[in-house]
């Protein structure tokens, strides 16, 4: 048996699944990143209504720059929104794809 193969042997790690529950504070922070994924939401939509304004605004008094910005500000906020919403099913893909992973 030569050394690399005793090195393969004694790298083998074994970790079980995640529990939040485990850590002290485990709770607080779950509620603290609800929290927090509430908030990046109000933060949306109050940027989708200033730049649906904006928008208004410069299309009202024909200023095609002002009015541009009020479109890519309604998209960028629409998109932060869908990630947002998103956020946990994303994760959890990407480590469940990651859990399948055996060298």
Same mark, same amino acid.
């Given at each position: 048996? =030569? $050394?690399y193969s005793?090195?393969?042997?004694?790298?083998d790690v074994s970790i079980p699944q995640?529990?939040?529950s485990k850590l002290p504070g485990g709770d607080a922070f779950m509620g603290l990143v609800s929290g927090l994924l509430a908030f990046a939401l109000i933060a949306a939509?109050?940027? #989708?209504?200033? =730049? $649906?304004?904006?928008?208004?605004?410069?299309?009202?008094? =024909?200023?095609?720059h002002i009015a541009s910005r009020g479109k890519v500000g309604v998209l $960028?906020?629409?998109g932060a929104a869908v990630? #947002?919403?998103s956020a946990v099913a994303i994760v959890n893909?990407?480590?469940h794809t990651g859990g399948t992973v055996h060298a």
């Open positions: 048996m =030569s $050394a005793t090195a393969i042997v004694l790298a995640p529990d939040p939509v109050a940027g #989708i209504a200033i =730049s $649906a304004i904006t928008w208004a605004f410069g299309s009202h008094n =024909s200023n095609p $960028a906020s629409v990630l #947002i919403g893909f990407f480590y």
